[in-house]
Protein backbone atom coordinates (compact mmCIF):
# COMPACT_ATOMS: atom_id res chain seq x y z
CA UNK A 1 0.00 0.00 0.00
CA UNK A 2 1.43 3.66 -1.35
CA UNK A 3 2.15 5.23 2.03
CA UNK A 4 3.05 9.37 2.53
CA UNK A 5 3.73 10.48 5.95
CA UNK A 6 3.66 13.43 7.77
CA UNK A 7 5.41 13.76 10.94
CA UNK A 8 2.70 14.96 12.91
CA UNK A 9 -0.97 15.76 12.70
CA UNK A 10 -1.59 18.29 15.12
CA UNK A 11 1.20 20.99 16.05
CA UNK A 12 1.10 24.50 17.79
CA UNK A 13 3.98 26.56 17.88
CA UNK A 14 4.24 30.06 18.71
CA UNK A 15 4.71 33.28 16.48
CA UNK A 16 8.76 33.58 15.74
CA UNK A 17 9.35 29.75 16.07
CA UNK A 18 11.26 28.11 13.35
CA UNK A 19 8.87 25.39 12.42
CA UNK A 20 9.88 22.18 10.66
CA UNK A 21 7.17 19.92 8.93
CA UNK A 22 8.71 16.60 7.81
CA UNK A 23 6.91 14.61 4.90
CA UNK A 24 7.99 10.77 3.81
CA UNK A 25 7.17 8.26 0.90
CA UNK A 26 7.83 4.84 0.22
CA UNK A 27 6.77 5.10 -3.92
CA UNK A 28 10.36 6.04 -5.01
CA UNK A 29 8.22 9.54 -6.67
CA UNK A 30 10.31 11.86 -7.97
CA UNK A 31 7.63 14.47 -7.98
CA UNK A 32 7.22 16.00 -3.94
CA UNK A 33 4.30 18.95 -3.12
CA UNK A 34 3.99 20.91 -0.41
CA UNK A 35 -0.28 22.39 -0.36
CA UNK A 36 -1.71 24.43 2.01
CA UNK A 37 -5.53 24.33 2.27
CA UNK A 38 -7.79 26.68 4.27
CA UNK A 39 -11.55 26.96 3.94
CA UNK A 40 -13.11 28.60 0.63
CA UNK A 41 -9.31 28.54 -0.75
CA UNK A 42 -8.69 25.26 -1.69
CA UNK A 43 -5.17 23.54 -2.17
CA UNK A 44 -2.64 26.21 -2.70
CA UNK A 45 0.77 24.91 -3.56
CA UNK A 46 3.48 26.13 -2.02
CA UNK A 47 6.66 24.37 -3.21
CA UNK A 48 7.47 21.60 -5.39
CA UNK A 49 10.26 19.20 -5.78
CA UNK A 50 11.06 17.17 -8.98
CA UNK A 51 14.21 15.70 -8.27
CA UNK A 52 16.71 15.59 -4.89
CA UNK A 53 18.12 18.95 -4.53
CA UNK A 54 16.05 20.05 -6.98
CA UNK A 55 12.83 22.93 -6.14
CA UNK A 56 10.19 25.50 -7.35
CA UNK A 57 8.17 28.00 -6.17
CA UNK A 58 4.50 27.33 -6.25
CA UNK A 59 2.13 30.08 -5.85
CA UNK A 60 2.41 31.42 -2.40
CA UNK A 61 6.32 30.57 -1.47
CA UNK A 62 6.44 33.39 0.53
CA UNK A 63 7.66 32.94 4.12
CA UNK A 64 8.12 28.96 2.94
CA UNK A 65 11.25 27.18 2.44
CA UNK A 66 11.94 23.72 1.78
CA UNK A 67 14.72 20.76 1.76
CA UNK A 68 14.74 18.10 -0.48
CA UNK A 69 18.30 16.05 0.70
CA UNK A 70 17.08 12.54 -0.34
CA UNK A 71 14.56 11.72 -2.66
CA UNK A 72 11.60 9.84 -0.25
CA UNK A 73 12.05 12.70 1.85
CA UNK A 74 10.79 16.89 1.33
CA UNK A 75 10.66 19.00 4.16
CA UNK A 76 8.59 22.27 4.47
CA UNK A 77 10.27 25.19 6.98
CA UNK A 78 8.26 28.27 8.57
CA UNK A 79 11.35 30.57 9.10
CA UNK A 80 9.81 32.48 11.33
CA UNK A 81 6.16 31.75 12.22
CA UNK A 82 3.38 33.98 11.75
CA UNK A 83 -0.70 33.57 13.04
CA UNK A 84 -1.77 33.88 9.42
CA UNK A 85 0.48 30.53 8.37
CA UNK A 86 -2.19 28.93 10.75
CA UNK A 87 -3.23 26.47 8.30
CA UNK A 88 -3.65 22.96 7.06
CA UNK A 89 -0.31 21.47 5.48
CA UNK A 90 -0.65 18.64 2.58
CA UNK A 91 2.49 17.05 1.51
CA UNK A 92 1.90 14.73 -1.66
CA UNK A 93 4.32 12.52 -4.38
CA UNK A 94 3.90 11.58 -7.59
CA UNK A 95 5.38 9.62 -10.36
CA UNK A 96 7.01 12.20 -12.91
CA UNK A 97 3.88 11.79 -15.16
CA UNK A 98 1.63 13.61 -12.73
CA UNK A 99 -1.38 11.49 -13.12
CA UNK A 100 -2.03 10.25 -9.48
CA UNK A 101 -0.76 12.76 -6.30
CA UNK A 102 -0.95 10.75 -3.29
CA UNK A 103 -1.31 12.83 0.01
CA UNK A 104 -0.36 12.57 3.66
CA UNK A 105 -2.93 13.02 5.94
CA UNK A 106 -1.85 16.40 6.45
CA UNK A 107 -0.24 18.72 9.29
CA UNK A 108 -3.09 21.10 11.54
CA UNK A 109 -0.71 23.66 12.22
CA UNK A 110 -1.76 26.63 14.66
CA UNK A 111 0.51 29.27 15.06
CA UNK A 112 -0.24 31.66 18.48
CA UNK B 1 -9.65 34.29 -13.35
CA UNK B 2 -8.58 30.70 -11.60
CA UNK B 3 -7.11 28.21 -14.16
CA UNK B 4 -9.61 25.77 -12.49
CA UNK B 5 -13.23 26.84 -11.28
CA UNK B 6 -15.54 24.64 -9.04
CA UNK B 7 -18.29 25.50 -7.10
CA UNK B 8 -17.75 25.00 -3.73
CA UNK B 9 -21.33 24.01 -2.22
CA UNK B 10 -22.00 22.66 0.08
CA UNK B 11 -24.73 20.41 -1.85
CA UNK B 12 -26.86 18.24 0.01
CA UNK B 13 -28.95 15.71 -1.93
CA UNK B 14 -30.97 12.25 -0.47
CA UNK B 15 -29.97 9.09 -0.19
CA UNK B 16 -29.78 7.09 -3.54
CA UNK B 17 -30.32 10.11 -5.83
CA UNK B 18 -27.54 10.32 -8.82
CA UNK B 19 -24.69 13.59 -8.01
CA UNK B 20 -23.05 15.55 -10.80
CA UNK B 21 -19.97 17.49 -9.72
CA UNK B 22 -18.17 19.59 -12.07
CA UNK B 23 -15.26 21.64 -12.88
CA UNK B 24 -14.33 23.95 -15.42
CA UNK B 25 -10.77 25.12 -16.58
CA UNK B 26 -8.84 27.56 -18.90
CA UNK B 27 -5.66 25.93 -19.76
CA UNK B 28 -5.65 23.92 -22.77
CA UNK B 29 -2.63 22.40 -21.71
CA UNK B 30 -3.98 19.11 -19.24
CA UNK B 31 -4.19 16.49 -19.97
CA UNK B 32 -4.19 14.35 -17.13
CA UNK B 33 -7.72 14.79 -14.76
CA UNK B 34 -8.25 13.43 -11.68
CA UNK B 35 -11.10 13.11 -9.19
CA UNK B 36 -10.16 13.17 -5.45
CA UNK B 37 -12.50 13.00 -2.00
CA UNK B 38 -11.56 14.32 1.39
CA UNK B 39 -13.13 13.18 4.76
CA UNK B 40 -13.43 16.02 7.28
CA UNK B 41 -9.70 16.06 9.33
CA UNK B 42 -7.76 13.66 6.54
CA UNK B 43 -5.87 14.30 3.49
CA UNK B 44 -7.32 13.81 -0.41
CA UNK B 45 -8.13 10.68 -1.63
CA UNK B 46 -7.49 9.66 -5.18
CA UNK B 47 -11.36 8.58 -6.87
CA UNK B 48 -10.40 8.64 -10.73
CA UNK B 49 -8.53 9.83 -12.62
CA UNK B 50 -8.60 9.96 -16.67
CA UNK B 51 -6.65 10.66 -19.82
CA UNK B 52 -7.96 13.31 -22.47
CA UNK B 53 -11.32 13.53 -23.60
CA UNK B 54 -13.76 10.85 -22.67
CA UNK B 55 -15.58 8.60 -19.36
CA UNK B 56 -14.04 6.34 -17.36
CA UNK B 57 -16.37 4.09 -14.87
CA UNK B 58 -15.56 2.72 -11.59
CA UNK B 59 -18.30 0.99 -9.79
CA UNK B 60 -20.47 3.84 -8.40
CA UNK B 61 -18.73 6.91 -9.83
CA UNK B 62 -17.98 7.92 -13.35
CA UNK B 63 -15.74 10.96 -14.46
CA UNK B 64 -16.07 12.42 -17.95
CA UNK B 65 -13.38 14.87 -19.51
CA UNK B 66 -14.63 17.76 -22.34
CA UNK B 67 -11.52 18.79 -23.67
CA UNK B 68 -13.23 21.08 -26.21
CA UNK B 69 -15.42 22.71 -23.66
CA UNK B 70 -12.98 22.67 -21.15
CA UNK B 71 -15.24 21.04 -18.69
CA UNK B 72 -15.15 17.73 -16.40
CA UNK B 73 -17.28 16.10 -14.63
CA UNK B 74 -18.06 13.26 -11.40
CA UNK B 75 -21.19 11.38 -11.70
CA UNK B 76 -21.95 9.13 -8.48
CA UNK B 77 -25.07 6.96 -8.95
CA UNK B 78 -26.97 5.44 -5.98
CA UNK B 79 -24.80 8.10 -3.38
CA UNK B 80 -24.56 7.04 0.21
CA UNK B 81 -24.33 8.98 3.34
CA UNK B 82 -20.67 7.62 3.24
CA UNK B 83 -19.60 9.56 -0.15
CA UNK B 84 -20.23 12.56 2.35
CA UNK B 85 -16.81 14.75 1.62
CA UNK B 86 -15.20 17.18 0.09
CA UNK B 87 -14.36 16.24 -3.78
CA UNK B 88 -11.80 18.24 -5.37
CA UNK B 89 -11.10 18.33 -9.22
CA UNK B 90 -7.60 18.28 -10.40
CA UNK B 91 -5.57 18.36 -13.44
CA UNK B 92 -2.29 18.74 -14.90
CA UNK B 93 -0.14 18.61 -18.07
CA UNK B 94 1.30 15.27 -17.79
CA UNK B 95 5.36 14.36 -17.74
CA UNK B 96 7.53 17.55 -16.93
CA UNK B 97 9.66 18.55 -14.41
CA UNK B 98 7.72 21.56 -14.52
CA UNK B 99 4.16 19.79 -14.62
CA UNK B 100 2.47 20.60 -11.27
CA UNK B 101 -0.82 19.63 -10.53
CA UNK B 102 -3.43 22.61 -10.31
CA UNK B 103 -6.62 21.85 -7.98
CA UNK B 104 -10.03 23.54 -7.37
CA UNK B 105 -11.10 24.71 -4.77
CA UNK B 106 -13.37 21.52 -3.79
CA UNK B 107 -16.64 21.00 -3.16
CA UNK B 108 -18.74 19.73 0.15
CA UNK B 109 -21.45 17.00 -0.52
CA UNK B 110 -23.86 16.10 2.15
CA UNK B 111 -26.11 13.04 1.43
CA UNK B 112 -28.95 13.32 3.49
CA UNK B 113 -30.08 9.28 4.41
Known amino acids: DVKVTQSSRYLVKRTGEKVFLECVQDMDHENMFWYRQDPGLGLRLIYF???????EKGDIPEGYSVSREKKERFSLILESASTNQTSMYLC???????????FGQGTRLTVV | QKEVEQDPGPLSVPEGAIVSLNCTYS??????FMWYRQYSRKGPELLMYTYSSGNKEDGRFTAQVDKSSKYISLFIRDSQPSDSATYLC?????????????FGSGTRLSIRP
Open chain 2, 27 to 32: NSAFQY
Open chain 1, 49 to 55: SYDVKMK
Open chain 1, 92 to 102: ASSHPTNTEAF
Open chain 2, 90 to 102: AMSGGYSSASKII
